[in-house]
């Protein structure tokens, strides 16, 4: 007759052989997805490297034709360089990220460490703009930044990042904040600090990974963001990445190599910040919801 210590030793390692196939599995799983969503970027590198007449035949671009990458960066017939719209789009994604970040993280301090009247009925009214699409405030505001005189200019896409920097970018900061023990800032209190010395010296090293995650988003965001500067740009040597990317395709609609190399260069800035950061991306997407 099978002890009770021989049926145990039975029941776990069948439960350890359970875990092993299911984790199996999952990985089996994992890596299926990841192809899925690999094929059409690594389709779209290998075509910007063949001829136009090859692009759609499978093969592998035997030698590869680099020059289409050439011929995408200056292309004949446009007004502008993708230097131009490089450095336009650098310079837009740059203060965005720094307006998001300082206003982002002051409204987030605020409504984190701070105790006021109507302090709740406010977030909740803020977190309730994530709600509200993008095409319900498009006029008003086109009308508001045409009554300012900001139009064709590069304010419209700026000046707004420096007041709030976005539901979302306010609430992943301030749950940031809410697991950070309040008696941190009593303690910074007894040696003579302020609020924004106690906000820069004890709290913003704490959230690093919260602070990267938003510039991370925000970066994606502005880097490909087309309808706004569609909608306030009108002068070709204005135009960012995605704007001269949607002429270079209209007007070389039929020079497949060549759109797939004008894409691919868009696109590796934004795989290589995401390389470098998805440390800090993963650990302030999981950390945020720890504490409400």
Request: charged share 10%; with cysteine; aromatic share 18%.
């Amino acid at each position: 007759m099978e002890t009770t210590a021989a049926k145990s030793a039975s029941f776990w390692a069948s439960k350890k052989r359970q875990e092993t196939i299911v984790n199996i599995f999952l990985y089996i799983l994992a890596w299926v997805g990841a192809i899925i969503f690999l094929v059409p970027l690594i389709w779209m590198i290998v075509a910007s490297l063949k001829t136009n007449t090859d692009v759609f035949l499978i093969t592998l671009p035997i030698p590869p034709h680099w020059e289409n990458y050439v011929k995408a960066w200056a292309p004949e017939g446009l007004g502008e360089t993708f230097t131009t719209y490089s450095l336009n789009t650098i310079f837009i994604t740059v203060v965005a990220i720094i307006g998001v970040l300082f206003s982002s993280t002051l409204v987030a301090y605020g409504f984190a460490r701070f105790k006021f009247p109507g302090r709740d009925v406010l977030f909740l009214i803020m977190i309730s703009t994530m709600m509200v699409p993008a095409q319900v405030t498009m006029i008003p505001t086109f009308v508001l930044f045409k009554y300012l005189g900001w139009l064709d200019s590069f304010k419209p896409l700026l000046v707004p990042t420096f007041f709030g920097g976005g539901a979302f970018n306010i609430f992943l900061i301030r749950q940031f904040f809410m697991t950070i023990p309040y008696e941190l800032d009593d303690a910074a209190k007894i040696d003579g600090c302020n609020f924004f010395q106690i906000l820069y010296i004890i709290l913003l090293p704490l959230v690093k990974p919260a602070l990267a995650t938003v510039a991370i988003f925000s970066f994606v965001y502005n880097w490909n963001d087309f309808m706004n500067p569609l909608i306030y740009i009108n002068s070709s040597s204005k135009y960012t990445l995605a704007l001269g990317l949607q002429t270079f395709t209209t007007m070389y609609g039929s020079n497949y190599s060549s759109m797939m190399a004008a894409s691919t260069i868009v696109l590796l800035p934004i795989l290589a910040v995401f390389f470098f950061g998805q440390r800090y991306f993963i650990e302030g997407v999981a950390t945020s919801g720890l504490k409400g």
